[in-house]
């Protein structure tokens, strides 16, 4: 098999300026973030006398477009870092390795340029709309545009400006860490003597997409009323930052009556595996999925880490945790207890088992698919695959229009 | 009935007797306001009227002309925002529901004003009591359909703008709202028609019709305070409320965004920066303030009048002064689509594109995304072949 290497590509509507692009995933790793490492071709008798610049920007969406009255706006673009990249004045940069490929490659009119993510950005954030809307999705997105100007604060014209939409992501620590996760409650009654105590344990602190959630759910009831049935789900929490809002959503759950009712005196241990899947959510309105582009699978959103000594408030654009809730119902005048297991949700780190399986996983997918899909530009020396964007996603030059 | 034994009591010659000015009884041709009522429809008219002098044809004709413009400014802008929303499909939301019960609101508060129109160019009482029963039914119902359906919106926007996420409106919950909204005019309305709780008389030049404020006893008094309640204060309270909520958030919104901005070390936000001068907050800021100061002077001059007919001094409410509340929220209905409908840039884009000679020139974000995802289909196509 030949090894080949993906770059994107993508072109301004009038085909004079292109970017080259050897990923559009960004990890951060919270002590380092990987930088947007790119090439730019510009054709020199477009360009005269005039500049190329490009910026990083984010865009937070918060409220459908459709919505939108009075004027008010429910995206926010922040420019995180701008730079001029034809001709480039950062004379030091060192380049990376996919530059120095693609700079041999594509020849004199290539420019590299690399944009930094700054501390506490946040990661790309997709909310899930309902199936049939059309509008711009929401939540937390990056894009990296050139524009060709005299100055830098020109108006940007449509026709010379090119922007592609990347992801900033987290991974999972190599180290899943050895703590169980416990809650334990216990419940008493107004008229009656005794207790219930619910104790449940998970079998991780970190779990990867399309893991299997065990938790164990031991209940000893020394009260008089008895727990009639056990509900378990798997709470997805969003904090929407910018707005200052927050909600939660089941995206798995089952209930059983099976080993109930736990009558007086009666104890039950029990484990229950729940898998919060993307997939069993399709459509549902508000449901957190990773950053995703275009016709790619797409998996629930990665819980937020922040760096240690730092708390989750301090964290930007959207934060996203997951709990285990146990729900036992005591019978209509016992009322409910419940608790609430708090876990993480990630993707595995490259380099560890897990993710060498799952990439063999996708590697098996999109081969296929390549077979499938004809005219990419093979290159012999060294081996990359071209991903032209065309204007995919031009819309997005107008979020804040 | 009272009123009835009231009317027997005045008899409409003695009357003119003895409350006839000076000036009046010198000129031979003038004549008090409503001279040429036929007698059996005198006893709809509130005596405070008859004391009057009548006032000069041309005052009657010149109400009845601007009544004409009134109508065709709000039958064309309201017509408009009607036939607008309801036949883009992209405009058909919940929220616009609302928006376009407004505009059928304000369309149908027009269709009183033949009647209005008629009378000014007859001098006075022309059309008689069946004219002015749906005068005032007409009047009734679109005029506390107006002022719910706009604490309605107001409720809407603050629920869209405070929880962009959940706040979402259905059509079901739309749909009840207008049933609500008819359903609470409806009442007053029924009790003023059948005149078991007040009823609808001739105002002012006896040209317009509205619910009776100047009949002196404690059953008028009651439902002038009830109606002022109901249909000026309670969406007058709410309005102010939901937008001055709004206003904060958005504030808040504004200044959540800043510091996230400023944690980041980003200095700009590109949006407020260079596109408008304004700052986003100071925008909704100054729509909220219009949106509350349109429906303050349009309902204000009302309620203020009948209070001071039911509780005041009568003696200021010469039938000219009367004149002017009728004619603010005839002047409502017809800002209202600019206000609500022509500032939404969806609807300026349908209206440009279904009337181009209009020359209404919005930018199309939306055509541009459009366009570029079908050359990104074509192209797919003829790499594929």
Redesign the interface.
């Known amino acids: 098999m030949v090894v080949s290497v993906k770059v994107f590509k993508k072109a301004t509507?009038n085909g004079k300026v292109t970017f080259y692009l050897g990923r559009r995933d960004f990890i951060d790793h919270l002590d380092y973030c990987d930088p947007v490492d790119g090439v730019i071709v510009v054709e020199p008798e477009y360009l005269k006398n005039r500049k190329v610049f490009g910026q990083l920007?984010t865009i937070?969406r918060?409220?459908?477009e459709?919505?939108e009255?009075?004027?008010?706006?429910?995206?926010?673009?922040?420019?995180?870092s701008r730079e001029q990249i034809v001709p480039m004045t950062n004379t030091n940069m060192e380049m990376t390795p996919m530059q120095e490929k693609l700079v041999r490659k594509l020849g004199n009119n290539a420019h590299p340029f690399t944009f930094h993510f700054?501390?506490?950005?946040p990661s790309s954030v997709t909310?899930q709309q309902e199936g049939d809307d059309l509008g711009k999705p929401?939540g937390v997105e990056y894009t990296i545009r050139a524009y060709v100007a005299d100055s830098e604060?020109d108006r940007q014209h449509?026709r010379s400006m090119v922007s592609l939409v990347i992801k900033k992501l987290q991974y999972a620590p190599l180290n899943r860490g050895q703590r169980l996760p416990s809650s334990l409650v216990s419940k008493g009654f107004t008229f009656s003597n005794g207790k219930i105590s619910l104790e449940v344990t998970l079998d991780r602190e970190i779990y990867y997409h399309g893991e299997k959630v065990a938790a164990t759910v031991q209940v000893s009831n020394n009260s008089k009323k008895s727990v009639k049935s056990i509900k378990c789900f798997i709470v997805q929490h969003t904090e929407?930052?910018?707005?200052?809002?927050q909600?939660s959503k089941h995206v798995a759950q089952l209930e059983t009556k099976e080993g109930c009712p736990i009558t007086p005196g009666a104890n039950l241990t029990k484990t229950f595996y729940l898998i919060p899947l993307a997939a069993n959510n399709k459509d549902r309105?508000?449901i957190a999925l990773d950053g995703h582009l275009k016709d790619e699978d797409v998996n629930l959103a990665s819980s937020t880490m922040v760096q240690e000594g730092k708390s989750t408030g301090?964290a930007?654009?959207i934060v996203i945790s997951y709990s285990v809730r146990i729900k036992l119902n005591c019978g209509t005048l016992g009322g409910e207890m419940q608790t609430d297991v708090p876990f993480k949700l990630l993707q595995p780190a490259p380099g560890t088992i897990e993710k060498k399986r799952s990439n063999a996983m996708k590697k098996m997918k999109s081969i296929e698919q390549h077979r499938n899909?004809?005219?990419y530009y093979q290159d012999d020396d060294d081996n990359i695959v071209f991903e032209?964007?065309?204007?995919?996603r031009?819309?997005n030059v107008?979020?804040?229009? | 009935m009272d009123y009835n034994k009231n009317a027997e009591q005045i008899n409409p010659f003695g009357n003119v007797s003895t409350v006839l000015r000076p000036s009046a009884r010198l000129s031979a041709e003038s004549h008090l306001l409503g001279w040429n009522v036929p007698p059996h429809e005198l006893r709809h008219i509130p005596e405070h009227w008859l004391s009057f002098p009548e006032p000069p044809e041309s005052l009657n004709y010149l109400l009845g002309t601007l009544y004409i413009f009134f109508t065709f400014m709000s039958m064309f802008g309201n017509g408009l925002v009607i036939w607008v929303f309801s036949a883009a499909k992209a405009l058909r939301t919940p929220s616009n529901i609302l928006v376009i019960n407004l505009a059928i609101c304000d369309f149908l508060m027009m269709s009183k004003t033949p009647i209005f129109i008629y009378n000014s160019f007859n001098q006075g009482f022309a059309l008689g009591n069946l004219g002015c029963q749906i005068y005032g039914i007409i009047g009734s119902y679109t005029g506390i359909g107006a002022s719910a359906t706009n604490a309605c919106i107001a409720y809407d926007r603050y629920n869209v703008i405070t929880r962009p996420m959940e706040g979402k409106m259905t059509h079901g919950k739309a749909i009840a709202m207008i049933i609500f909204i008819y359903m609470y005019a409806t009442p007053f309305v029924v009790a003023c028609y059948t005149e078991s709780w007040g009823r609808f008389v001739p105002e002012g030049y006896l040209t317009s019709c509205t619910f009776d404020y100047l009949t002196d006893n404690f059953d008028t008094r009651l439902f002038v305070g009830t109606i002022f309640f109901f249909s000026f204060v309670c969406p007058t309270m709410l309005i102010i409320y939901y937008y001055s909520q709004i206003v904060g958030h958005v504030f808040s919104h504004e200044k959540a965004l800043r510091d996230q901005a400023k944690k980041m070390n980003v200095e700009s936000l590109r949006s407020n920066v260079d596109k408008s001068k304004e700052t986003a907050e100071i925008r909704i800021a100054k729509a909220a303030i219009t949106i509350c100061f349109l429906f303050f002077v349009s309902w204000t001059p009302y309620g203020v009048m009948s209070l001071i007919g039911a509780f005041g001094d009568k003696s200021l409410l010469t039938p000219g002064v009367t004149m002017i509340p009728a004619c603010t929220c005839k002047m409502v209905a017809c800002i209202d689509p600019f206000v609500y409908a022509i500032s939404h840039p969806r609807y300026r884009l349908e209206l440009q594109k279904r009337c181009p000679w209009l020359a209404i020139n919005e930018k199309a974000p939306e055509a541009s995304s459009v366009a570029s995802t079908t050359t990104q289909q074509e192209q797919q196509q003829t790499t594929a072949a």
């Open positions: 509507p920007a937070y918060y409220g459908r459709e919505d009255v009075m004027g008010v706006k429910f995206s926010k673009e922040l420019i995180l700054p501390p506490n950005s909310l929401l604060d449509k929407i930052t910018m707005v200052n809002a909600f309105h508000g301090d930007c654009g899909v004809k005219g032209d964007f065309a204007k995919m031009m819309n107008n979020m804040d229009d």
